[in-house]
């Protein structure tokens, strides 16, 4: 298990989608350079979305990125948000990157990887919002049916939201799905369908129209 925090982030418009993971690399040197920063986030996978393929039917194109950011415990989560070197030197640059302040996309989480292989460089992200008829038991079994994938995934990875989502991202879970490439990608979905990421206990368990799936690939990361 380890802790984790996760976003899914929109960029600011006036960025073209192309020039939305350069801006967001000029953000991530910033972090490097705050000492709160680099003590309390021992990994950082900036995941921008997929383009130049076609999107993968059933994944989303409202969303530019998932940042996956791997810390040293759980109360670093809290403690970002209040200290003063990264509110002076990261705060200020989020709205040129951003849609908004990140703090308004971004979940804290506990991490269980599911699948333990080497990640590739392609991720299908799924942010699971439960079904209101889902029982706790069934939501535990849907969290260990994740460990069964299709054919074409490698790493898999079951993030369990464990604080209190900003508005407008209540989602109760965040799965990674990776694969080798973004071709490798479009070939087991277009072969599949996005529905087959979902094994049965999952796709029983959560409300479907309300999960976003965002198809995405590795454009920056620390170490």
């Known amino acids: 298990m380890a802790w984790k925090m996760i976003y899914l982030a929109k960029r600011n418009p006036a960025l073209a989608p192309e020039q939305f993971s350069q801006a967001w690399r000029e ?6 350079g705050c000492t709160n920063v680099r003590d309390k986030v021992l990994g950082v996978m900036q995941c921008s979305r997929v383009l130049g393929h076609p999107t993968p039917e059933g994944c989303s194109t409202d969303y530019d990125g998932v940042n996956l950011l ?8 809290d403690d970002i948000w209040s ?16 849609s908004t302040y990140v703090r308004h996309f971004t979940l804290v989480c506990e991490e269980q990887v599911m699948v333990d292989v080497p990640r590739g460089r392609c991720m299908v992200a799924g942010f699971l919002k439960r079904a209101s008829s889902t029982t706790e038991p069934a939501w535990a079994r ?3 049916g994740a460990r069964s994938v299709p054919p074409g995934v490698g ?14 991202y209540d989602y109760d879970a965040i799965v990674e ?6 071709e490798a990608a479009c070939r087991a979905l277009s072969a599949q369908g996005l529905q087959a990421l979902l094994p049965l206990d999952v796709a029983k368990a959560i409300e ?16």
């Not at 791997?70 to 989560?77: D, F, G, M, S, V």
């Not at 799905?177 to 973004?182: Q, T, V, Y």
């Not at 479907?208 to 170490?223: D, E, I, S």
């Open 27 to 32: 953000h991530s040197a910033l972090g490097a």
């Open 70 to 77: 791997l810390l040293k415990n759980r109360e670093a989560a």
């Open 83 to 98: 200290d003063p070197e990264t509110l002076a030197i990261m705060r200020p640059d989020e709205p040129r990157v951003f």
């Open 142 to 144: 849907a969290a260990q």
């Open 155 to 168: 790493r898999c990875v079951w993030n369990r939201v464990a604080a209190a989502p900003p508005p407008g």
């Open 177 to 182: 799905w990776w694969f080798e490439s973004p």
């Open 208 to 223: 479907l129209p309300a999960c976003v799936f965002v198809f995405t690939q590795v454009t920056h990361h620390r170490p």
